[in-house]
């Protein structure tokens, strides 16, 4: 008997509030892991996480009954919670209340992680993925 098939790959970002670097060296390895331990309670399967100290990406494969509103509130809401209570963060974390969700082709997966855990050297180099970095600054321009 066949069962259906589902890929459906999304692609998050969303910024720090104000853009503020609040993503330091010293606490991203633990909200990556957390994002993952939280995507993955959701049945997500994440794929690459990565960011700069203002915003994040996130991409996962997510099960056909999630909600990306559902995903990206649950990541934003657990993630800033856990700096702020478990991590104790130097200065109060929190998201800006905007994200950014790309859906992905299954074909496009690869090119995406390695941007992802790439972003670091993308932005250093000026060699971004402009829908998804403009659709950042573009938010940044409509909340003053």
């Not at 589902?6 to 390895?29: F, K, M, N, S």
């Not at 993630?79 to 974390?93: C, D, Y």
Request: aromatic share 10%.
């Amino acid at each position: 008997m066949r069962a259906n098939r589902i890929e459906l790959y999304v692609h998050l970002v969303w910024a720090t509030w104000d853009r503020l670097p609040l993503i330091t060296p010293q606490i991203e390895g633990s909200l990556y892991r957390s994002l993952g331990s939280e995507a993955e309670k959701m049945n997500c399967r994440v794929l690459a996480i990565g960011g700069m100290p203002d915003h994040v990406h996130v991409l996962t494969r997510i099960p056909a009954t999630l909600p990306v509103s559902k995903l990206a509130q649950q990541l934003k809401g657990s993630s800033s919670h856990f700096v702020n209570h478990e991590l104790v963060a130097q200065r109060s974390f929190k998201w800006m209340g905007v994200y950014g969700a790309f859906s992905v082709s299954r074909w496009d997966v690869n090119r995406v992680i390695a941007y992802i855990n790439h972003q670091k050297q993308h932005h250093q180099a000026n060699d971004l993925m402009t829908d998804l970095e403009d659709y950042l600054r573009f938010e940044d321009r409509r909340a003053e």
